[in-house]
């Protein structure tokens, strides 16, 4: 099962990702998480590139195709593998990223956002996309309350992010049989509930599928 976290920086989406994790290994459901850009030594290089390199004038195509190599390596080294071997993939953020941050945020035009992308990952969907949805002001505060130093897309203005949150709603309105959208605003033990609880019954009915007549 191919599952992806998605939402803003700050929205929780990474803390439910782990959370999710957790359970699922006590549960005894063989997981992963892995995180984009990054994930493999490739992607780990390549994130350092586009977030932390304040020197590099990067354009927005040139971000974009950068976002698309680090992917295209995670799933071809690591996703791939792991899904053929049995185990469940927790996407912390995948392509729907590129559509909310380059597409809808630096204006790429969708359409090739989404070819570029689906000939980055073969094609791969995940089964099931959380979309942590958390306002702006909201997430800022909790980015300034943990202390972190913005990256280089987080500092970003205002305008961008609001376009990012309206990239997301527009990805999750498109592909509502695989969207499931989070409240970020609740508690974290209810958010995490929710999402294991859905989790739980997706891989009830597969196994339920499989052993159909
Ligand atoms: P993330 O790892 O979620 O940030 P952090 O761990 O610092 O909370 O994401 C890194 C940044 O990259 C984030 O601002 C979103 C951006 N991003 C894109 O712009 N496009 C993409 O395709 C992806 C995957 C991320």
């Not at 984009?36 to 493999?40: A, L, N």
């Not at 941050?101 to 790429?108: E, K, L, S």
């Not at 970020?184 to 508690?187: D, I, K, L, T, V």
């Given at each position: 099962m191919l599952i992806a976290f998605e939402g803003i920086?700050?929205?929780g989406k990474t803390t439910q990702a782990i959370e999710l994790s957790r359970r699922l290994e006590e549960e005894g459901v063989p997981n992963e998480v892995v995180r984009?850009?990054?994930?493999?030594r490739l992607g780990e290089g390549v994130r350092e590139l586009l977030?932390?390199?304040?020197d590099l004038k990067i354009s927005p195509l040139a971000e974009f195709l950068l976002f698309s190599a680090s992917r295209a390596q995670l799933i071809e080294e690591k996703v791939t593998p792991m899904l053929r071997a049995g185990k469940t993939v927790i996407l912390d953020r995948y392509f729907y990223s590129s559509v909310a941050?380059?597409?809808?945020?630096?204006?790429?035009p969708i359409d090739d956002i989404e070819s570029v992308s689906r000939f980055a990952t073969g094609g791969l969907l995940p089964d099931v996309v959380f979309l942590v949805e958390l306002d702006l002001d909201t997430a800022m505060k909790r980015r300034e309350d943990a202390g972190r130093r913005a990256d280089r897309m987080e500092e970003s203005e205002v305008r961008f992010f609001e376009d990012v949150i309206s990239g997301f709603k527009e990805c999750a309105r498109r592909d509502p049989g695989r969207f499931v959208i989070i409240d970020?605003?609740?508690?974290v033990v209810k958010i995490s509930e929710r999402i294991y609880n859905h989790v739980a019954s997706r891989i009830k009915n597969l196994a339920e599928e499989r052993n159909a007549p």
């Open positions: 920086d700050g929205s984009e850009p990054g994930g493999t977030l932390h390199r304040s941050y380059q597409g809808f945020g630096r204006r790429i970020g605003s609740a508690p």
